[in-house]
């Protein structure tokens, strides 16, 4: 089993990112890479880089058609274990995000923190990202600002109405020196993890070669999926839908005892059914 090594979880906690030693195995890698090839297939009115929820099956209803095996890979018991190191031993799964870049006008995602986004109460999350290909400097690979989550701050964001951006929420100037931004360089099955506060985000990809990475999204259950909430509403340049979103308690029990793992599972006469499981 996976687990993070005690100087990979200080990394964590100390700068708010690790790229652990663990990696997806090669025959794994390329299963997935068939998948984001199906998935993109069945969303061609998508930008490849908006592919949300794609970890539910069919029509998920926030504009794209998903599939159940990237519902897989977020439930894989090495990730989660991977996940608990850094959270505790009680997970819930709450999102998915494909974002692939293709090659040569692959959209920047601007500085941003994931915080602003997302109507977890209290905010806490981990997003592991899955390297599906290789992920670097020139193909616009994430790029992290070590450090930025110490004291759980949201800095402020400015709403920016351009059609070439992954996310349409950018840090406002000042807040940060771009000069100390960490390239995460990841090779296919590698993977990242970081910080709900962290300050993060990725270049265009002007390269000759598409870049994906699968984000998983995975918060303790000591918080509360709100789901009446709506951050950012409307200005972050990706349909979600909150209020459906579905949640699965991948690990231990739900500690807030306020989750609802029933809402946007569909139900099939009098038995739910739950994509993947």
């Given at each position: 089993m996976a687990r993070l090594s005690?100087?990979?979880?200080?990394?964590?906690?100390?700068?708010?990112?690790?790229?652990p030693q663990f990696r997806l195995p090669a025959a794994r890698v390329a299963s997935m890479r068939?998948?984001?090839?199906?998935?993109?297939?069945?969303?061609?009115?998508?930008?490849?880089?908006?592919?949300?929820s794609a970890h539910i099956e069919g029509d998920n209803g926030e504009g794209v058609k998903g599939s159940a095996q990237?519902?897989?890979?977020?439930?894989?018991?090495?990730?989660?274990?991977?996940?608990?190191?850094?959270?505790?031993?009680?997970?819930?799964?709450?999102?998915?995000?494909v974002f692939c870049k293709p090659a040569s006008e692959g959209f920047?995602?601007?500085?941003?923190?994931?915080?602003?986004?997302?109507?977890?109460?209290?905010?806490?999350?981990?997003t592991v990202w899955v390297a599906l290909e290789e992920s670097t400097k020139e193909n616009g690979c994430l790029r992290v600002i070590p450090r930025s989550h110490v004291g759980q701050v949201l800095h402020p964001h400015l709403h920016e109405d351009r059609t070439d951006l992954t996310l349409n929420q950018r840090m406002a100037d000042?807040?940060?020196?771009?000069?100390?931004?960490v390239d995460l360089e990841l090779q296919p099955g590698q993977m990242s993890l970081h910080d709900v506060y962290?300050?993060?985000?990725?270049?265009?990809?002007?390269?000759?070669?598409?870049?994906?990475?699968?984000?998983?999204?995975?918060?303790?259950?000591?918080?509360?999926?709100?789901?009446?909430?709506?951050?950012?509403?409307?200005?972050?340049?990706?349909?979600?839908?909150?209020?459906?979103?579905?949640?699965?308690l991948l690990r231990g029990v739900d500690r807030?005892?306020?989750?609802?793992?029933e809402v946007g599972h569909r139900r099939h006469g009098a038995r739910w059914w739950r994509a993947g499981g």
């Open positions: 005690a100087d990979e979880v200080r990394q964590y906690e100390a700068q708010g990112w690790v790229i068939a998948a984001l090839d199906a998935l993109i297939a069945d969303n061609p009115g998508v930008r490849p880089e908006k592919l949300v990237f519902l897989e890979l977020a439930r894989d018991p090495e990730i989660v274990e991977l996940v608990s190191g850094v959270i505790g031993e009680d997970v819930i799964l709450w999102g998915c995000h920047e995602t601007p500085w941003h923190q994931d915080g602003h986004y997302w109507p977890i109460r209290p905010l806490a999350n981990c000042g807040v940060f020196d771009e000069a100390d931004a962290m300050i993060h985000g990725a270049r265009a990809n002007t390269s000759n070669q598409r870049r994906t990475g699968v984000a998983l999204r995975y918060m303790p259950s000591t918080s509360v999926f709100e789901r009446d909430l709506r951050p950012a509403h409307g200005k972050t340049g990706v349909a979600v839908n909150f209020a459906q979103r579905p949640l699965w807030s005892g306020r989750n609802d793992f």
